[in-house]
């Protein structure tokens, strides 16, 4: 009997181990102006979660630069156009923007960064985007977070 249950608390154990919820994402860029993706979807039981974003063409960040940037979606276009005045140099965001939840850095082809946030500034319901700030870049890159 108690081998029994050893091997059934073991079973129960390891199957709850593959269904715990995956609290990350890797996102590509290209120069194509394009992400691998446009849709996220963040288990509300992540307490932190993170985006590796990776930009695989060739071009360099000054041309063809891409960053990672969540915001609720209504918010999205002001991040975007606020940002123009603030340059490369702070990501095409403007310095203390509180409507961005989470943003990685511009990176060039080749480049990678990360951003970790924590999932509890997010609501269920509610509709979030994520998007490129580059200029001009929100219009083609951008896509869906949902939290479920």
């Not at 963040?42 to 071009?59: E, M, P, Q, R, W």
């Amino acid at each position: 009997m108690f081998a029994k249950l050893v091997a059934v608390s073991l079973l129960t154990l390891a199957s709850s181990q593959l269904m715990a919820a995956e609290c990350s994402v890797d996102v590509d860029s290209t120069d194509q102006m394009s992400f691998n993706t446009k849709e996220i979807t963040i288990d509300k039981s992540c307490k932190t979660f993170t985006v590796n974003l990776a930009h695989s063409g060739s071009l360099p960040k000054n041309v063809m630069g891409h960053n990672w940037v969540l915001s609720k979606a209504a918010d999205a276009p002001g991040i975007a156009t606020d940002g123009l005045a603030a340059g490369i140099d702070k990501n095409y965001l403007k310095d203390g923007d509180t409507r961005v939840i989470a943003h990685t850095k511009i990176i060039g082809a080749g480049e990678k960064d990360s951003v970790s946030f924590d999932v509890s500034k997010l609501t269920a319901g509610e509709t979030y985007q994520f998007f490129c700030s580059f200029p001009g870049h929100i219009s083609m890159m951008k896509g869906a977070v949902t939290l479920k």
